[in-house]
């Protein structure tokens, strides 16, 4: 989507807000969960084992986020922050996409708005930041859509893509399925 000229400040300001609200204090606050924790757990475990496992921390949760978040556990070792920086970078990507989607469904003043109101809701900045499959939502929901409207792209390739989208989502948490 195109930014004008005109709305290209108040994108870089709803930006910086974005990052600094989910930035602050992010090894800290709310405290480190239990399910986050246990989640983590697991990225430690394939960490510390070097082995492979086709199994999630849960039966209906998939292990590709945790493949994922191994790095980050490397370096920032078993902590919450290890465990919410791989969110954070998400919820960049989704900030992006966001405003990407909701431009081409409403148009660039509504898509704003809709980003500033869905980015700062007190329930986005509280739950997105910890370190849960279930924080990748928004992201696949978004990707999802993404490809569904995306005219560039080829009929087929448009729903195969859409289709691993939706498949990478139900594959991180079950509970993806009625998306």
């Known amino acids: 989507m195109p930014v004008t000229n005109w709305n290209r400040p108040v994108l870089i300001v709803l930006f910086a807000l974005f990052v600094a609200?989910?930035?602050?204090?992010?090894?800290?606050?709310p405290g480190l969960f239990g399910d986050e924790?246990?989640?983590?757990?697991?990225?430690?475990?394939?960490?510390r084992t070097g082995g492979i496992t086709v199994v999630g921390e849960r039966s209906y949760i998939?292990?590709?986020?945790?493949?994922v978040r191994v790095?980050?556990?490397?370096?920032?070792?078993?902590?919450?922050?290890?465990?919410?920086v791989l969110m954070l970078l998400v919820s960049i990507a989704t900030f992006w996409l966001a405003l990407v989607v909701f431009g081409r469904l409403f148009?660039?003043?509504?898509?704003?708005?809709?980003?500033?109101?869905?980015f700062f809701s007190p329930t986005y900045l509280l739950y997105q930041r910890l370190g849960w499959a279930i924080t990748l939502f928004p992201f696949f929901a978004l990707l999802l859509i993404f490809f569904l409207t995306d005219r560039r792209i080829f009929l087929p390739y448009r729903s195969?893509?859409?289709?691993?989208?939706?498949g990478l989502g139900l594959h991180n948490y079950i509970v993806f399925l009625p998306t």
Not at 73 to 81: C, D, K, N, R, T
């Open 62 to 67: 998939g292990p590709l986020v945790d493949y």
């Open 107 to 118: 148009g660039e003043r509504a898509a704003l708005l809709a980003v500033a109101m869905m």
């Open 37 to 47: 924790g246990s989640e983590g757990e697991n990225v430690y475990q394939l960490l």
């Open 21 to 29: 609200a989910n930035t602050v204090y992010l090894q800290r606050v």
């Open 71 to 84: 790095p980050f556990v490397f370096i920032f070792g078993y902590s919450a922050l290890a465990l919410r």
């Open 160 to 166: 195969a893509l859409a289709g691993l989208a939706a």
